[in-house]
């Protein structure tokens, strides 16, 4: 599925008038828990939906209507502004509405199960719950209970699959593929859901994966399990086309996996000197929020080779995707999300 | 506990390695005792209950070495009534219930209200394992002589662990003076934080934090050496590494009197079925993985690990209807142990039906220091008995426990409790009540 890019002419279009994209006719799934148990070919799927929804809504002011009436949830038990921006973000450009519901003062304060809290919010009608939780497997166990389309904004140390999907629909966008690229995973893998997502989703699409950092915070077993894994950055900074450096993640800690920041950032920050060292095209990612000093330096953060940003703005592609392709997974067959605003029945 | 009515158990496989005993024979009960080992005709009373165990085994019946009742205090969980009822329907003629209870069994009047209630429960024999420390906390000692006094057949604080060690050796020591046992459930409290899984290659993609192999391996190499030390009589168990059944196996080779068990759930399931996220696989010891449960079951058959216990851990469905991290440990698992047991291991032919018999009610008699686990003429008249090809699908739904979570729960096994008898009275039974009532003579 391609669209061609939107000319200068289109710019102050009726936007709600646009021929959205043809529903991808491999698509079945209705909930978007993790990338490990998705295909080469979904995930494909996936970063192609985003690409085309980013060239579609690039620029414009108006929403596509290609969600219009349906609504989203966001059902957040754990802090966060990006990731539950970026989603509703997501929905209002395409059209849909967003309610929004924070374990702080609410019923979960108040001893509800967070099984309990979506099965109500679900009955308020909404078409997906965009969830996160600090347990991983909630959202699995979710997708089990609710009938509506059930999104992982992040669970645990487990999965974060828009973050990882956003991230390889960023190096994507610079590289045009995955085959022949050498991706490292920097800091603290064993508490970093966005390394897990990246790292099954890269594979998946021929990337070769290096997770770095102290040995207390990266598992020998991650080579069992096929992933390259080195304890020194300076080893591996020639070999690598891409690095996405992830944030020590301190409150997850019960005792201390190194020494000191000051070592840990010796060891592992990102910075001028190091950068000299890299491939002369080399991409610096983050998932963020960044600690500047401590994984990266600002003139590397903020140098040509960063794209921080980038990955940002292609979150809300991502996300547009995702809850494009869930909802119309569960209405196959109704000729609703599919046909909607003149789009080909698939 | 004796019925009047004399019980004659017919065209069965008599089943007790205590007795050396396994070939086809009758069984004839009463006044509470084992009355003889195929009576004559002239022996058999007039009047009794008459049992065709045509094709089943009559064996011993099963003891358990550690079961939670919950009552008082936690009785959404499971009550001794609910929990007795699950124990004679899973072929227990005696359970040891520990003292986890709110507030703990720590006081001979603890002791003596377990036992109260367990007599009006018509269920198994409840024996009480007492608090080893006071209020549970792992301090100091609770009065151990006095509990002795009041019925406490054992101590422990199971299943927390014994983090202490000087009290751990103190109680060893003290213990000598009443010949009876301190059970540990064998885990280092330093090395599981928070942990809700076996730590391995499972729990590091799940991202679920790990209980790590090495944190029981030491607490067994604490226990063992302690109980070295001080001439002590210890069981430590449920044990689930490769490293504890090494450990124990290396003790044993140097004859110290140890002895270990494992749980069910441990020789079947692995860490893999934590993918599912469902709280039923968070149990404890945890689901490890597959090397370590082949380890398990080798040491189970050539006797390295003496017995095997339910672990029954009942939770209330409200607690367990949560996520991996808030849920708590624990199963219902009294109705199921026989059956995962034989499936697993004597029809997968490692090990026979005496040697499974000799690890569910033999040795936990004898670790227990009760006179059951035998079949022998005047022993109590516990028996069960067994259909042995009985292919059935666990349904948790269907337990007579007041936790209906299992690890096991859709299972398909092989071999059924028909009966449970628990001093010669039938306290639980599959057929029909006048099937037995026939009149013989």
Redesign the interface.
């Known amino acids: 599925m391609t669209t061609s890019p939107r000319d200068a002419t289109t710019l102050d279009a009726d936007l709600t008038g646009i021929e959205p994209p043809p529903f991808p006719t491999n698509w079945r799934k209705r909930h978007l828990l993790d990338l490990?148990s998705l295909t080469a070919e979904e995930i494909t799927t996936l970063l192609d939906t985003a690409q085309t929804l980013k060239e579609l809504t690039a620029g414009c002011r108006r929403k596509v209507s290609l969600l219009g009436g349906r609504t989203l949830a966001n059902l957040f038990f754990e802090n966060s502004t990006r990731t539950r921006n970026s989603f509703s973000l997501a929905a209002k450009r395409l059209g849909a509405d967003t309610v929004e519901f924070s374990s702080a003062g609410s019923s979960v304060a108040k001893g509800e199960?967070?099984?309990d809290t979506a099965k109500t919010i679900q009955a308020m009608g909404v078409d997906w719950v965009v969830t996160r939780?600090?347990?991983?497997?909630?959202p699995?166990?979710l997708a089990r209970e609710l009938e509506c389309c059930v999104l992982n904004a992040g669970?645990?140390?487990?999965?974060h699959p828009t973050q990882g999907l956003l991230d390889m629909l960023t190096i994507r966008q610079h590289r045009g593929r995955f085959d022949g690229l050498t991706v490292a995973l920097v800091g603290d893998i064993a508490?970093s859901?966005t390394a897990?997502s990246n790292m099954w989703g890269l594979r998946k699409l021929g990337a070769h994966v290096i997770v770095c950092g102290p040995a207390t915070l990266v598992?020998p077993?991650?080579e069992?399990?096929g992933f390259e894994v080195a304890h020194s950055l300076d080893d591996i900074l020639d070999r690598c086309d891409v690095l996405n450096l992830l944030r020590i993640q301190f409150e997850r800690f019960?005792s201390r996996p190194f020494p000191s920041v000051h070592e840990y950032a010796n060891r592992y920050a990102m910075n001028g000197r190091r950068m000299r060292r890299c491939k002369s095209d080399i991409l610096i990612m983050a998932p963020g929020p960044i600690n500047r000093g401590v994984e990266i330096t600002p003139e590397v953060a903020d140098g040509p080779h960063s794209v921080i940003l980038e990955q940002v703005t292609n979150g809300i592609a991502v996300r547009m995707a995702a809850l494009w392709l869930m909802v119309g997974a569960s209405v196959a067959g109704e000729g609703d999300v599919r046909s909607h605003q003149g789009g080909e029945d698939a | 506990m004796s019925d009047s009515t004399p019980i004659l158990i017919d065209n069965g496989r008599l089943v007790s390695p205590a007795d050396a005993l396994d070939r086809p024979g009758r069984l004839l009960l009463r006044r509470g005792r084992i009355e003889a080992i195929d009576p004559s005709d002239d022996e058999i009373p007039e009047y009794c209950h008459h049992i065709d165990a045509a094709g089943c085994i009559v064996a011993p019946g099963l003891v358990d070495l550690g079961v939670e009742f919950r009552e008082p205090g936690r009785e959404e969980d499971e009550t001794i009534r609910t929990g007795a009822a699950a124990a004679v329907a899973g072929g227990y003629t005696t359970v040891l219930c520990l003292g986890n209870s709110d507030p703990p069994i720590d006081t001979p009047a603890g002791v003596e209200l377990v036992r109260r209630i367990a007599d009006g429960a018509a269920g198994p024999r409840i024996r009480v394992i007492a608090c080893l420390s006071e209020q549970r906390r792992g301090e100091q000692m609770a009065e151990l002589g006095l509990l002795v006094k009041a019925g406490a057949i054992a101590f422990s604080d199971s299943p927390r662990p014994t983090g202490n060690s000087a009290l751990l050796k103190s109680a060893l020591d003290y213990c000598r003076m009443f010949d009876i046992p301190i059970f540990d459930r064998p885990v280092d409290p330093d090395l599981v934080?928070?942990g809700v899984m076996h730590e391995?290659?499972v729990s590091?993609?799940?991202?679920?934090a790990g209980l790590p192999t090495e944190a029981e391996d030491l607490a067994v190499a604490r226990d063992v050496r302690l109980a070295e030390a001080t001439g002590g009589r210890l069981h430590v168990g449920p044990v689930s590494t490769m490293g504890s059944v090494d450990l124990i196996g290396r003790v044993k080779s140097r004859g110290i009197s140890v002895t270990a068990s494992v749980c069910p759930h441990n020789l079947w399931h692995s860490d893999e079925m934590l993918r599912?996220?469902?709280s039923r696989f968070k149990v404890h010891p945890p689901l490890r993985s597959e090397r370590h449960i082949e380890m398990l079951c080798a040491a189970v058959a050539d006797g390295t690990i003496d017995a095997i216990q339910s672990g029954h851990m009942p939770r209330a469905r409200e607690k367990k209807?949560?996520?991996?991290?808030?849920a708590p440990f624990g199963a219902a698992t009294l109705e199921t142990s026989l059956a995962v047991v034989a499936t697993r291991l004597v029809h997968a032919g490692l090990m026979s039906w005496s040697q499974l018999i000799e690890r569910m009610s033999t040795k936990p008699a004898i670790i227990a220091g009760l006179p059951a686990g035998t079949l022998t003429v005047g022993a109590p008249a516990d028996v069960t008995i067994i259909d042995p090809d009985q292919p059935w699908t666990i349904d948790a739904a269907q337990f007579y426990s007041g936790c209906q979570s299992s690890p096991h729960d859709g299972d398909s096994v092989r071999a059924r409790v028909i009966y449970t008898i628990v001093g010669g009275e039938i306290r639980y039974t599959r057929r029909p009540a006048l099937e037995h009532l026939a009149i013989v003579n």
């Open positions: 490990e199960t967070f099984i939780h600090g347990t991983p497997g909630t699995h166990l669970d645990g140390a487990h999965e508490h859901r897990r598992s077993r991650w069992e399990l019960s | 934080n928070r391995g290659r590091l993609v799940l991202g679920l599912s996220f469902d209807m949560n996520d991996l991290d808030l």
